[in-house]
Structures are given as C-alpha cells and as structure tokens.
C-alpha cells in the first residue's frame, strides 16, 4: 500500500540507534557489525555533504534503516552503511576487509561496481541491463543495497539539478523498480514508481492526478470513516486484534491499470482499498463474514487466495464492497505472515534465513526461481520476464538435504562461470567464464561466426582469443571469404562454437580429398 513510512523524524533523532530498533531478531555479532559501520562511515565522511546540504551520513543511514526494515542482517545493513566508501571518499577495499572481513567488502564491492551501470535511455535495451545488473551482482544482498540506496536518492531527488532528475527518474523506472517487483518487494517496487512517475511522465502524472481528485476528492475521509465503523464491527465479534488499514492506490500502478482498461476509471474496482491483518487463518474467514454481514459486495469480486494461492504464491481474501456512501471499497484480508510476504518477497524469507544459525544466503536466490510455488511475491512473472540465468537455475533441486553442497554447486555453475556481455545493438549474450568473441560470434549466428575476420571490445581492436568481461560490448568484423580456422578450437568455451568450426573445417576438406 502506498503510505510513506513514518522513519524520517524518528531517525533524525538517533539514526545508529533507530537503525538497531529496525533490525529483525538480531544476533549480538550483527549489532556490533552495524555499530562499527556507522563509526566507520561517520568518520570516512566526515565533512562530506549531499546535494541537499545534508551531511551524507543522512543518506548512509537512511539507506541502513531502509534495510533493517527489508529484515537484513548485520553484514547487508554495515555495507549498507560503507556502500560511498569507495567510490566517493576514496577508503581502499583493503581497509574494509580488515576492519570488516571480505564478506563485507564484496558486498560494499559489488554495489560500487552496479554503481558503473548506466541506462542508456533506449528502451530495448532496458531488458538487457535489467538481466546484467541482476548477473553483474552475484549476490542477492548487493541488489537490495543497491535499491535501498536507489530508494533514498529517489526520495531526495528534489534536490538533484534539473537535467539530472529526469534520467535518474526514467532508469529508476525501467531498471530499479522492475528489479525489485521481480524479487516481490512490492513495498519498494510502489515507491519507487511512485516517486519517478511524475518526472518521468509529468503530464500523464498530472493528468491522473486531477481525475482522482475530481471523482474521489472525499475518498480519504470516507476510508477513515469505513475504517472506523470496520473496527467496530470486528469488536462486536470479539476480533479485537485484529488490525486495519487504508490506502489510496498509488498514482503510478493506477496509470498502468488505467491504461489497460481502456481509460476507464470506473472500471477500476481497487482505488481505494482496505487490509485487514489478522492472526489465523480462521480469522480470515471470520472476518470475511463480518464484512459481508454489515455490507454489500459486489459479486464476482469475491477471490480466495488462501484456499486457491495465486500462482506466485499470493495468498488473501478479497472482496470489494459498496461501503453505504457511494463509495467502493476492495477489502483484502490477509494472515500477518502472508502480508508480510506480500510486501517483502523474497526478503521476507531471508529475515528467517539470515538470523538462523546458517546464514543461507544463496536460498534466497533460489526464491526467485519461477518454479518454486513461493518465489515472486505478489507480481505475475511471465517466463519470458525470467533471465535466463534463473529459469536455468530452475532445473536444481529444492536445497533442503544439502544446503551446502547447493550452495557451491549453485556458485560454481552460475554466479561464478557465467558471463554477460552486449552486442552494439544493446542484447545481451551470457557465455560461460573466459569466453571468447568467436564464442559470442556463433552464438548470434553460425554465418557470423563462419565469415568473422576480427573483433572489437568496447571500441577496441582485439585479438580473438581475449576473454571477455560482464558488460563488455562486442563488435564483430565480417567479410563474405573468411573461413574459421583450426585454431580457433582451442579459443572457444562453449561446445556450440566448437560444433559450427569443426562442422565448417570437414567442409572446407572435403574439395581437398577429392
Ligand atoms: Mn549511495
């Protein structure tokens, strides 16, 4: 739902201190971890100031606090805390290691180096760099960090020149929010369109903006009122736990739907919604009963997701009623568990994972693979959404009997051996480790592989047996008479290359033999 968090005042008091009361079940080592953190990054950027005046620690603590409300654990929230010790202050990556261990530092890291990530603002490219950004950070943490830190700039962009905000807003848009919907943060998903939409598309902004205000300038009154009399009802049924809130839609998701049906406002059923948050599933039932009770509901907008999960594993009641003053209302009744995934995803099991005894951070990647029944959290990935890299990761098994073996296995054979580079026109290719650009050639087509005279990397000439990086850009030369040649069998990676060169080598020797 699209309320702001109220952390902003509470922070400016204590921030350290307001970062630990965030944190979920923490173990005393993490609390030392993040108290060390904040010192460290008190004292590295000491005199350093944001755009906004601010000292920067504001924005190091806000992204920590961002964090601990994710669930992380102590070594994600002290990277969070270090993230512009290295690119912006200078601090060697050898310090971080001594003072925090190389856990810390390859996260602190990983986010300097999807810092050098830049969208391009063409839209086909945008599938390409949201699969680089999500293959060049290795470990789901550096991600979180790494929207965290979007989150607050986003927050503060006011204060960033003009002709900045505007690229800043669109990748936040096309790369950062997508990012997150797909790990089922739904929370950070929402505030970050929410806050990009109006300098993205500020006349559609201030199109949406009006026409909610015009047919439903009441809407926020009547929704405390509805709320009121909710609460009263539940009480007389001796549900005195249970716990209501309200939101407006958000303006940037009631675009998109908006659109999709066919401009028609009055079509939208879940404008205004209400959550209801209860302990037990038979409070869910009961509560629904209440409701139907007092007030009218709309049929066919009766969905029960408990007893029937949306595939992604959404689970709720919902039903959308006339609340008596013209108004309509979608009522989503949800267990306190199933709200929190609703909102956290994949984040939402690592606040179990990480606070255990063996912090299995790689599970959580298995959380996003489309195969597993809770993986997306409340958005519909479509397989054609899901790199190529995890619907791959999709034929390992469930990593309960072996965590540790799955883990290196899932290490060794993805994170660590595959690579994503781009061709000029901005697709992405991933390649085994220590490809080659003739691997890359056969792998766009087998003629451009079969005709390939040389190659440049980046804009440079280079020999073809240079192995390519992530995020390399991969020209390759052509010309009608070139051949492949034998050497090029030992240049290769993958076997498909190898298959196309010996397959065009016995041709050229065929004329020979004859
Ligand atoms: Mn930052």
Not at 233 to 253: D, I, P
Not at 366 to 385: H, R
């Amino acid at each position: 739902m699209s309320q702001s968090q109220p952390t902003q005042n509470q922070s400016d008091l204590d921030p350290l201190a307001n970062i630990i009361r965030s944190m979920v079940n923490p173990l005393p080592e993490d609390v030392v971890t993040v108290k060390k953190a904040f010192t460290f990054a008190l004292r590295a950027h000491q005199g350093h100031e944001r755009l906004s005046g601010e000292p920067y620690l504001k924005h190091l603590s806000e992204t920590a606090l961002i964090l601990a409300e994710l669930g992380a654990g102590g070594p994600t929230i002290a990277a969070g805390l270090l993230h512009d010790t290295i690119e912006d202050v200078g601090v060697k990556r050898e310090e971080i290691v001594s003072e925090f261990g190389e856990e810390v530092a390859f996260l602190v890291d990983g986010v300097t180096k999807l810092g050098h990530l830049k969208y391009k603002g063409v839209n086909r490219h945008n599938e390409s760099l949201r699969k680089l950004f999500v293959a060049m950070s290795e470990d789901i943490r550096v991600l979180l960090i790494k929207l965290a830190d979007r989150l607050h700039n986003m927050r503060t962009l006011s204060h960033v020149p003009k002709e900045k905000q505007k690229r800043i807003a669109a990748e936040t848009l096309e790369i950062y929010a997508p990012i997150a919907y797909r790990l089922g943060i739904r929370k950070i998903n929402r505030e970050l369109e929410d806050l990009s939409f109006p300098y993205v598309y500020p006349k559609e902004y201030e199109e949406m903006r009006k026409m909610l205000k015009e047919r439903h300038s009441d809407r926020v009154e009547s929704l405390e009122k509805f709320s009121h009399s909710v609460q009263k009802a539940l009480a007389k049924e001796g549900l005195t736990k249970a716990k209501t809130e309200y939101r407006v839609k958000g303006l940037y998701s009631l675009y998109k739907k908006y659109l999709r049906y066919d401009k028609d406002l009055e079509k939208i059923y879940d404008v205004s919604a209400m959550r209801i948050l209860v302990d037990s599933i038979a409070d869910c039932y009961r509560v629904l009963g209440v409701i139907h009770g007092r007030w009218r509901p709309l049929p066919r907008r009766i969905k029960d997701y408990i007893a029937f999960p949306k595939p992604n594993g959404y689970q709720a009641l919902h039903t959308t009623i006339f609340i008596g003053d013209g108004n309509i209302v979608e009522v989503q009744i949800k267990t306190h568990e199933m709200y929190r995934y609703s909102e956290y995803g994949i984040a939402s099991h690592l606040y179990y994972k990480e606070n255990g005894r063996n912090k299995n951070v790689l599970a959580w990647v298995y959380a996003l693979l489309p195969k597993s029944k809770k993986a997306n959290g409340t958005g519909t990935v479509k397989s054609k959404d899901v790199p190529k890299w995890i619907s791959e990761l999709a034929t390992y098994e469930e990593p309960s009997q072996n965590q540790r073996l799955f883990r290196e296995r899932l290490t060794s054979d993805f994170f660590s051996q595959r690579i994503f580079v781009f061709s000029p026109k901005g697709d992405v290719v991933d390649l085994p480790i220590d490809s080659t650009p003739i691997d890359f050639a056969y792998s766009i087509h087998s003629d451009i592989g079969d005709r390939m005279t040389g190659s440049k990397v980046n804009g440079k000439l280079v020999s073809l047996d240079t192995k390519l990086h992530n995020g390399d850009i991969v020209f390759i030369m052509t010309s009608e008479s070139a051949k492949p040649n034998r050497k090029w069998l030992e240049m290769t990676k993958t076997s498909m290359a190898r298959r196309h060169i010996r397959h065009q080598l016995g041709k050229l020797r065929k004329p020979d033999r004859a």
